[in-house]
């Protein structure tokens, strides 16, 4: 905890380099209900007032429990290699591999297929935020959206580094909601996956 580099690693074997995390769940709290909404519109769940609702939740004063489900693509040397399902909870998995892809060399962009899964099955329709981080450090965000098989395709251009996310939002059952200790108890639970990778 707190190493920076986080992970250092010796005697690579030339390849692709695949590193995955998953987070333990941290409480995060809402003392209005402004605040979550604007979180979760953001994340593209328009309907989650109703969804609220309907379970006759507090609109103050509730928590969300959140996990991270990360994912890390490295090359090593050229990077050949292919990315895979690992039974994540909700992970991506790149369909076509960043370091060999081919790109313009005018600057524009390639398409990179993208699979997002949830419990091992394609989450369809679904929001995902693009971070793109360019050779001068400024950051563009960009929204896309799987398609009917959790496909989605992401623009990358070459001397970036990227960022994916995607969020499941939900319910946390009566009995895993917060901790014995916690006032306010997790009535949500967010699981964030993320894929990580730069393109050469």
């Not at 990077?79 to 005018?106: C, I, K, M, S, W």
Request: aromatic share 8%.
């Amino acid at each position: 905890m707190g190493d920076m580099p986080a992970l250092v690693l010796d005697s690579l074997t030339p390849g692709l380099l695949i590193a995955l995390h998953e987070t333990t769940p941290e409480l995060v709290t809402y003392k209005s209900w402004e605040k979550f909404a604007a979180f979760a519109e953001a994340q593209g769940f328009d309907d989650i007032q109703a969804r609220h609702q309907a379970r006759g939740l507090p609109d103050a004063n509730f928590g969300e429990d959140y996990t991270r489900h990360a994912k890390l693509l490295v090359a090593v040397d050229q990077g050949a290699g292919d990315d895979r399902a690992f039974g994540l909870q909700t992970e991506f998995v790149a369909l076509q591999n960043p370091y060999t892809l081919p790109l313009p060399e005018d600057g524009s962009a390639a398409e990179m297929p993208v699979q997002l899964l949830y419990q091992g099955a394609p989450r369809a329709n679904a929001q995902v935020e693009l971070f793109e981080r360019a050779p001068d450090d400024s950051v563009q965000r960009q929204l896309l959206q799987t398609n009917g098989s959790g496909i989605v395709q992401v623009p990358v251009r070459a001397k970036r580094r990227y960022l994916l996310n995607a969020v499941v939002l939900r319910p946390v059952r009566a009995a895993d909601s917060g901790s014995a200790q916690a006032e306010i108890k997790a009535v949500w639970e967010t699981l964030w996956a993320s894929l990580v990778f730069a393109t050469p």
